[in-house]
């Protein structure tokens, strides 16, 4: 058999210089290696082998995540090609019938280019052979997993004549149960650095950061993704800042309130409808610049959260019902705050945490603006790119891969690191959320909630949009479960 560059005279000479072209980098260690080894004698060479190979792994056995980062993945792809992948590809591919021949009847062998690895896909980029598609490797997936033992595969193209297999070796998630994190007693207790929200694929705890790093969050996902989880998650962790006052919570759920009604007596807002929302949104757009001028006027650039300055958390569960399906003006409008809350608060206390099903360009034209992605089970694999930025995917983040059973699994990057992070938020039961709900509303510091209300006249309207001037006082005690802007002064 040959390989796909026919016309070429193979003799030895040429085969060895050949690979030792293809294979700079394993040249290049062996060479410095061969050098060393004369220069300073074999036993140092030893010597400082056996160290190098200690001190990996007392790194591996102390961090195993930052090891795996910056040196394991490196050494395992190099080990893996070497050891499986290069030793069986031959084999490989004839069995699965992905050798072709050409006219001649000379045997075409598609080429392994390069291994790349993390900690549970191997990627392995492939340079087809004259006369295959990448559809032949797409029908031969299952045969070539099962060839490498691999849980799952999947191909993705890379440019015309290359592709990439990507075979799963291990779901760290099937064996790990990821405890939901005990709710913070105190205010104290909170760290806005560190809310821990489930685990990394490592079994380490995930934490946000809504100092500093992921100050605004965008969450995409399916239907029963476990987006839930992840937004009842940060709610836990802020909990004690949100009895106190600390953090006011203003939350959007438009499909009729039904992920995060539920804690509706603890948000400083909730709105559970699209005009509802876009009420809400003004108002919380409208606070927010009051406080930006006010502090500018003090002169304080970085009001850190209290009742007076608290953090004010904006959550919109299904992001599309509010810029995309809906009224032009609706839709029109909401952009714009959005865009806004999106770029001019994070000094004042204004963060925002949206989720969506679609992460298209027209849910969230302003995806750019959100510093920290992650993406749960999607529905495709263009939506990963879309939602954690270009090239994501080839570096491993395939949350369109990611299996049904394993909800809150998700993708999460943030603009100050390359590579994204596998990880599991932990689950909230309805006990959870109503042990939250009750901790959170025991001190009376919540500013009671606005909600669509009925009016005298039968309609139904959003009290943000109503002028209660116009009514009697006989008139405005039939609208029920309506509390006004007293309270909220009063608590402010
Ligand atoms: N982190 C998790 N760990 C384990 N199971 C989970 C987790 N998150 C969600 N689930 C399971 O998946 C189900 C669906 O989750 P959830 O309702 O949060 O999905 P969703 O993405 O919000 O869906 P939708 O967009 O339809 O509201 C939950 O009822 C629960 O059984």
């Known amino acids: 058999m040959r390989d796909t560059r026919v016309g070429t005279e193979r003799t030895p000479a040429r085969v060895v210089g050949g ?40 790194w591996r056995l102390l961090d195993a995540p930052t090891f795996d980062r910056f040196a394991g993945r490196l050494v395992r792809a190099w080990w893996r090609r070497w050891a499986i992948y290069q030793r069986q590809w031959m084999r490989v591919v004839a069995s699965c019938g992905l050798v072709t021949s050409d006219h001649r009847g000379d045997s075409l062998v598609p080429k392994l280019v390069a291994v790349r690895s993390n900690w549970v896909w191997d990627s392995l980029h492939i340079r087809m052979a004259k006369g295959q598609e990448p559809e032949d490797y797409g029908q031969a997936l299952d045969r070539l997993a099962n060839s490498f033992k691999a849980q799952a595969a999947s191909m993705r193209i890379l440019k015309p004549g290359k592709i990439a297999l990507d075979f799963q070796r291990r779901e760290p998630f099937n064996e790990m149960v990821i405890p939901l994190p005990a709710m913070p007693e105190s205010v104290d207790a909170v760290d806005l650095r560190k809310l821990e929200i489930g685990r990394t694929e490592f079994g380490r705890p995930f934490h946000l950061d809504l100092v500093k790093r992921d100050i605004h969050v965008l969450l995409a996902g399916e239907t029963g993704a476990g987006k839930g989880s992840w937004l009842w998650g940060i709610q836990r962790a802020l909990a004690p800042m949100i009895r106190a006052g600390h953090v006011r919570l203003w939350v959007i759920d438009p499909k009729g309130g039904m992920e995060l009604g539920g804690g509706r007596e603890m948000y400083h807002r909730f709105a559970d409808s699209d005009r509802a929302g876009l009420a809400l949104m003004r108002e919380y757009v409208q606070t927010l610049d009051e406080r930006k001028f006010e502090l500018g006027r003090q002169g304080i650039r970085d009001a850190s959260p209290s009742r007076e300055t608290p953090l004010d958390v904006l959550i919109c569960d299904e992001l599309a019902a509010m810029t995309a399906y809906t009224d032009r003006d609706i839709r029109m409008e909401f952009h714009q705050l959005l865009s806004k809350g999106l770029t001019q608060f994070r000094a004042v206390g204004g963060r925002i945490i949206a989720a969506t099903q679609e992460p298209t360009k027209d849910v969230v034209p302003m995806r750019g603006l959100f510093p920290t992605k992650i993406a749960l089970r999607v529905d495709s694999a263009s939506y990963v790119d879309m939602c954690l930025g270009e090239g994501m995917r080839d570096l491993g983040a395939f949350a369109d891969k990611i299996p049904a059973y394993l909800a809150g699994v998700a993708y999460a990057k943030n603009d100050g690191r390359k590579e994204p992070q596998r990880v599991r938020a932990a689950f909230s039961t309805d006990d959870d959320i109503a042990e939250l709900v009750a901790f959170c509303t025991e001190l009376n510091n919540v500013t009671p909630i606005r909600k669509e209300v009925e009016l005298p006249d039968g309609t139904v309207t959003n009290p943000y949009e109503v002028d209660f001037e116009e009514f009697e006082d006989d008139e405005l005690e039939e609208i029920e479960h309506f509390e006004g802007d007293e309270d909220d002064e009063e608590i402010a």
Request: no cysteine; net charge positive; hydrophobic share 50%.
């Open 19 to 58: 690979w030792m072209l293809r294979h700079p980098r394993t040249m290049g260690s062996t060479t410095a290696v061969g050098t060393a080894g004369v220069t300073l004698g074999y036993q140092t060479v030893l010597w400082a082998a056996g160290i190098a190979v200690l001190a990996g792994a007392s």
